[in-house]
């Protein structure tokens, strides 16, 4: 039974390098039980500070749950994979293997990519019953690689005649950790792209063809981009904290302000990076200067920088790094 395993996941692996694009990441998680075995896994003006009260906050919808796809029958191995993205793509990646791998069926559980479908990650692999592959995302493949949840791939990637230079070098070196490999990349966002609206740019009196250099340019532009009238905000030129999450937020403007998180060589956490501390002390006075209470109310119903309720995009703000 492990013998039959391990051969499906190299198969598995072997496909994955065939269609990886270059840091999102697929790897295979450690403790995994015999084939078909695992688990289901359920898965003012610009500058006064706001007083008004904020403006109430609609729930947020419950989603649709996510229907398992059922491995086809009458296969000998069966792979359960966790995925965090609904997109119509998946099935014809499902079947592609399925059918070039008549012993092999891929059971597809739906994990969502935030801090609950970590959770169950992790009860799942401390239950001995994990998912054979899960998606992990890239800068945290170091972290799960040091909590042991994962298997390195090494042998694995070996045999499969998979290469550094099949992918993108970030993407690549990101998968990496104590000089084992733990991931392999399905595709790369280089983020992050920085946006800005050239409509309200003209409006405020800024030259739309240029967009700022530096973070101090970017806050002389909201100076004259954000219009808060009556402790209301109705318009800022950026939020610092809403790139695709707090946390996300924190690494983005720490390596705009150059700061680092991780000494490799000394393996050790650098959060206190007087630099870091800088980019936060920046976006702590953001909050001070508007009401973070004023701008959940400015910005109800947000999942993210962009998309079709996003601030960018409903033009409440004007400046933006985003996906590409």
């Not at 937020?249 to 490799?264: A, L």
């Amino acid at each position: 039974m492990k013998h039959r395993n391990v051969l499906s996941r190299r198969a598995f692996l072997h496909t994955l390098g065939g269609i990886s694009g270059a840091a999102v990441l697929l790897a295979a998680c450690g403790s995994t039980p015999p084939p078909g075995g695992a688990a289901a896994g359920a898965t003012a003006a610009p500058g006064a500070a706001a007083a008004a009260p904020t403006a109430a906050i609609p729930p947020t919808p419950v989603p649709t749950p996510v229907p398992e796809r059922a491995a086809t029958s009458g296969r000998a191995n069966v792979l359960t994979i966790w995925y965090p993205y609904t997109n119509p793509n998946w099935e014809q990646i499902w079947k592609g293997f399925e059918d070039s791998h008549a012993d092999i069926g891929i059971k597809a559980v739906f994990a969502a990519n935030d801090t609950t479908g970590n959770a169950k990650f992790f009860t799942a692999v401390a239950s001995g019953s994990p998912p054979d592959v899960v998606w992990v995302d890239g800068p945290q493949v170091a972290e799960w690689a040091a909590r042991g949840v994962l298997e390195p791939l090494d042998d694995l990637i070996g045999a499969a005649g998979i290469k550094p230079e099949d992918f993108w070098t970030p993407s690549w070196n990101q998968s990496v950790y104590n000089g084992k490999v733990w991931a392999l990349t399905r595709s790369s966002d280089a983020n992050f792209g920085f946006f800005w609206n050239k409509d309200i740019f003209k409006e405020a009196g800024l030259d739309p063809e240029k967009p700022p250099q530096t973070v101090q340019e970017m806050d002389q532009m909201n100076e004259k981009i954000a219009k808060v009238t009556g402790g209301h905000i109705e318009r800022l030129g950026y939020i610092p904290w809403i790139v695709y999450g707090s946390s996300n937020s924190m690494f983005t403007w720490g390596w705009v302000f150059d700061g680092n998180f991780y000494d490799p060589d000394a393996k050790k956490i650098t959060a206190n990076d007087p630099k870091v501390v800088k980019a936060l002390q920046w976006m702590a006075d953001f909050a001070k200067k508007y009401d973070p209470r004023q701008i959940s109310g400015f910005i109800p119903g947000m999942t993210g920088p962009g998309g079709e309720t996003g601030p960018f995009t409903t033009r409440k703000v004007a400046l933006s790094p985003q996906g590409p």
